[in-house]
C-alpha cells in the first residue's frame, strides 16, 4: 500500500506600483490571498519616473490531502489535474 501527500498546483499573480520598495511589499502583503504566500515580486523601473513596478506571484499553500493505492503507479494516477505530489510512503 502506497500513501501519497498531494496540494494543489496554483498560483496567482498581482501587478503593483510603488515608490520604494517598503510600498511595493506592503502593497504585495495587503493583497495576499487566504491560503497562498507570497514567493516572488521582482521591481522594475518606469523610465522616465521614480514609481516601482512589479508582479507578484503567489502560490497556494493549504488544501493538503493524502491519497492511497496499492501501486505507485495508480498511486500518481490518482492525482488530480491542477494538483501535485508532495511524498510518497509505502506502509
Known sequence: MFIGTIHPDETRTAELTGNSLEEIHAAAIAQLP???E???APVQMIKG???LTATATYR???GIREVEADDR???FAKVPVGWK???V???
Open 34 to 36: 487566504d491560503g497562498f
Open 38 to 40: 507570497l514567493v516572488a
Open 49 to 51: 519616473s521614480t514609481a
Open 60 to 62: 497556494r499553500v493549504d
Open 73 to 75: 503507479g495508480a498511486l
Open 85 to 87: 505530489m508532495l511524498e
Open 89 to 91: 510512503r509505502e506502509v
